[in-house]
């Protein structure tokens, strides 16, 4: 009898402790820090607007808006165009395989550098990607104002699909940390 009133007043206790806030608190703790990732929309699956029948996490989706947002604003802007004449080529030839891969390397790469947990990068480094003797389907190496163009067209794409200009920063302070290895000129 009394090791059954001791086993019961430990169980009550524990239950009264984790009724407590300070265990509530621990229970539904937060990530400490979001990531940018998370801001972006995170892990939450919805469904794929592009591929019907299939999920994809928010967070993704929203940075791969961005990044097709954004080749279509540079394809279209004669600055930056000529760098892509292999990518052009194809896809005025209804051959999509390039604009493919690129929009999945530019998302897994942005997904990753956001703080995604469950995508990684497996393109080009950033330096051979923009180095003309590794990857040919870059015309000429690029230099600071084609950067800065890059980034303003970046800004531009990001707008159209409705980023907030505050993550439209955080999205551009992480554009910033490649301009040495993509700036080869
Ligand atoms: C001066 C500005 C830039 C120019 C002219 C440029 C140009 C290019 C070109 C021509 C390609 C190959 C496209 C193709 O597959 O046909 C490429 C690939 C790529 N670029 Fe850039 N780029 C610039 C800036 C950036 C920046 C700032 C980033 C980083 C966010 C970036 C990330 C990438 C990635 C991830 C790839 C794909 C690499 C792969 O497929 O292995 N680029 N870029």
Request: proline share 4%.
């Amino acid at each position: 009898m009394k090791k059954t009133i001791l086993i019961l007043a430990v169980t009550g206790t524990m239950v009264g402790l984790c009724a407590m806030p300070s265990c509530k608190k621990k229970d539904n703790a937060q990530p400490a820090t979001m990531t940018l990732y998370d801001s972006l929309g995170g892990t939450e699956m919805v469904s794929d607007p592009s591929n019907s029948g299939q999920m994809i996490e928010k967070g993704r989706l929203g940075i791969r808006s961005v990044v097709d947002s954004t080749i279509f604003v540079i394809a279209a802007d004669p600055e930056l165009n000529v760098f892509f004449p292999t990518l052009l080529s194809e896809v005025t030839a209804s051959n999509l395989s390039g604009f493919s891969a690129l929009s999945k390397n530019l998302t897994d790469f942005f997904c990753v550098a956001t703080g995604a947990k469950n995508f990684t990068y497996s393109g080009k480094s950033m330096v051979a990607a923009h180095d003309p003797a590794q990857n040919p389907r870059m015309n000429g190496k690029a230099d600071a104002a084609d950067f800065d163009k890059f980034v303003a067209d970046l800004v531009v794409g990001a707008k159209k699909v409705g980023l907030s200009d505050q993550l439209i920063g955080r999205v551009g302070a992480i554009v910033n940390t490649t301009k040495s290895d993509v700036v080869q000129k």
